[in-house]
């Protein structure tokens, strides 16, 4: 009986699944048409193309757009905030900083909860966590009683200084369930017990408009799957990198948001280190858009400073994932001041390019690469046609005649411009980040990823690209590599010149106590758990602060505030060694270590294969006769 492993990557337009044979290592792909409506019934149609036998997976693992397209879409339930009085309007008065600097009259976006849905109760916690005010709980049942009566599907409970002290937001999510059992409550000490109430507030709003929705997801998939014979739990794949079982979705359902783009990010890292580059970028560029991200000495860069909207922080640690509108199906257009641009609007999976044969006439990347010659006339072994005479009278009528350029100049230019876009995106990862790209390999996937990539790396100077097998579910085989994670993390301000290393270990020691306790509630055996410390400093008055790794048993601060001086100097390029160090926050990683299958290897052909056959392609303004391979 073989030992199989499902990963699965809903798209907007494919949903890819990965299957692999445990004992051979030997991987196979389906692909199937995505189901917007109903993204779960794509996946259980690619089981039932894949002839999966569900009784003999070990591992089904799945990166979802659901709780990210709840988010951008706004087709969310009706959720209500609970705040200290006085409070009411934290998330809407957000941070000083603007999107767009000089456009002055761009709207804000609303907060996902509206105002007449934020109610708020007395109480009061002091900023060193002393409760000056107990929660008025004559208030708080009244409150419980007016959202009872409004039918609302979630409510988050923010309290100002509740990081330091959650003993009033707990009191109110008892109240709360008194009245409505069954209900999801998102407490702010719990899901961000972290300073700066804008960004905890904002981040529970998000986990509390999400929880009605992904958990109804995650239920019914978990409940198909298990009706056609799958026994272990469904792992979901979440913004930093790992996966959580439906046991902790419930609480951190924001934590999905952000999980598609994760699972490329996963997948580039490990074939960087695979091929002996633990230096690697990230490249996916698919039918709408182009994700890039960054490893370095193996590890993925992480950061907290991401929205889904801007202006409403998830501060969740996720992987850095850069987004831009430049994908297969982006459209070449002229702008007001008779420049060419490119993106970030798509033809999308329909129409699609105008070489699809869908009645689109704008020219596309797909339809300039199709009339360069770097891409045949068929798709997906042979599933898609293309049709090279509509792509160049695409090309024709969008930028060679209004340019006055030859067809091939026109569609090379197209290229350039989407080329220098994905090119800025990677600078801004890289060099704007104190990387040097030189240090780089660049693992180029998604569907369009292999033909631009090079460009790109040129355009850069790194000296590597890698394209992997497969390189159009990259993401999918991300989701087949991971293991069970959670982030903790706590407040911990003081100056680094005169904390107690004991007290830090301390706080260390109590939070591990709860991954530990976290890990175990989804079944990870303590053989299989590891733990990883993380302390976050900045220089006094600064603004933002950088995490460095802790030892497992803090003796001195000294190594870590030289730590923290190296990884200023590298992402700042400067340090200053007579300036105060301030220490900012604490964090565990908790691990609980699934074990991987081994990826087979294949050595170099011993000759060079027969080409399928001939065909011109243009670089550079010169045809090349080209030989084609499988």
């Excluded at 409510?155 to 069954?182: H, Q, T, W």
């Excluded at 199709?370 to 006339?377: A, F, N, Q, S, Y």
């Excluded at 049709?387 to 695409?394: F, G, V, Y």
């Excluded at 990823?449 to 355009?459: D, N, Q, S, T, Y």
Aim: hydrophobic letters at 40%; proline letters at 5%; charged letters at 25%.
């Amino acid at each position: 009986m073989s030992r199989i492993r499902v990963a699965v990557d809903v798209g907007g337009t494919f949903t890819d699944i990965c299957i692999m044979d445990e004992d051979s290592g030997a991987i196979r792909i389906e692909k199937t048409a995505s189901t917007p409506d109903d993204p779960m019934q794509a996946i259980m149609n690619g089981v039932e193309q894949g002839r999966i036998d569900l009784s003999e997976v070990t591992m089904f693992s799945h990166g979802t757009t659901v709780a990210t397209n709840a988010l951008i879409t706004r087709r969310l339930p009706r959720t209500a905030m609970v705040c200290s009085e006085g409070f009411r309007d934290v998330v809407e008065i957000r941070r000083a900083n603007k999107e767009d600097l000089w456009d002055t009259y761009k709207d804000v976006a609303k907060p996902y909860i509206p105002r007449r849905d934020r109610l708020t109760v007395r109480e009061r916690v002091s900023a060193e966590g002393t409760i000056l005010e107990a929660l008025d709980e004559e208030a708080a049942r009244r409150v419980a009683e007016i959202l009872k009566k409004r039918q609302v599907k979630s409510i988050a409970v923010c309290f100002m200084n509740s990081y330091v002290n959650g003993a009033n937001e707990r009191r109110m999510r008892e109240i709360l369930k008194e009245a409505m059992p069954d209900l999801p409550v998102s407490i702010s000490s719990e899901v961000m017990p972290e300073i700066f109430e804008h960004e905890r507030f904002s981040t529970t709003m998000a986990n509390a408009v999400c929880a009605p929705v992904v958990v109804d997801y995650v239920s019914r998939l978990g409940e198909k799957l298990a009706d056609a014979g799958y026994k272990r739990d469904l792992l979901l794949l979440h913004s930093g990198g790992g996966v959580m079982t439906p046991a902790s979705v419930k609480d951190f359902s924001a934590r999905l948001a952000g999980s598609g783009i994760a699972a490329g990010a996963i997948a580039s890292r490990f074939i960087g280190n695979l091929c002996g580059y633990p230096n690697s970028i990230g490249f996916d560029m698919g039918g709408t858009s182009t994700d890039v991200s960054l490893a370095w000495n193996g590890e993925s860069r992480i950061t907290k400073d991401w929205y889904i909207e801007f202006g409403y922080p998830i501060r969740f640690p996720s992987i850095e994932v850069l987004t831009i509108g430049a994908g297969g199906g982006s459209l070449a257009w002229q702008d007001e001041g008779g420049s060419l641009r490119n993106g970030p609007q798509s033809a999308g999976a329909f129409p699609g390019p105008a070489c699809y044969k869908n009645g689109n006439r704008i020219a596309t990347n797909t339809d300039a690469n199709v009339v360069l010659g770097r891409l045949g006339t068929s798709l997906a072994g042979g599933k898609i046609t293309l049709d090279p005479a509509l792509a160049a009278e695409a090309v024709q009528e969008t930028v060679a005649e209004p340019f006055g350029m030859e067809l091939h100049q026109a569609a090379e230019a197209i290229i350039a411009v989407a080329n220098a876009n994905m090119g800025n995106a990677v600078r801004l990862l890289s060099i704007s980040r104190g990387y040097d790209p030189r240090d780089f390999a660049l693992v180029a996937f998604g569907g369009a990823g292999a033909l631009h990539g090079a460009a790109v790396a040129k355009e850069l100077s790194i000296p590597t690209v890698i394209v992997p097998p497969n390189p159009g579910v990259t993401s999918a085989l991300g989701c087949l590599l991971v293991d069970v994670q959670h982030d903790f993390s706590e407040s911990f301000m003081a100056d680094a010149s005169t904390v107690s290393p004991a007290e830090m270990q301390a706080a260390f020691v109590l939070m591990e106590k709860q991954a530990v306790e976290r890990l175990g509630h989804e079944g990870v055996a303590q053989e299989d758990m590891a733990l990883q410390r993380t302390v976050e400093m900045m220089y006094q008055g600064q603004w933002r602060s950088l995490a460095v790794s802790a030892p497992a048993r803090i003796e001195s601060i000294c190594p870590l505030i030289e730590a923290f001086h190296n990884e200023h100097e590298r992402e700042f390029n400067y340090r200053r060694e007579d300036a105060p160090v301030s220490i900012f926050r604490i964090a565990v990683k908790a691990i609980g270590i699934v074990p991987k299958a081994e990826i087979p290897r294949h050595g170099v052909l011993p000759h060079v294969p027969e080409p399928l056959g001939r065909r011109g392609v243009w670089f550079d303004g010169v045809s090349h006769d080209a030989a084609v391979y499988e």
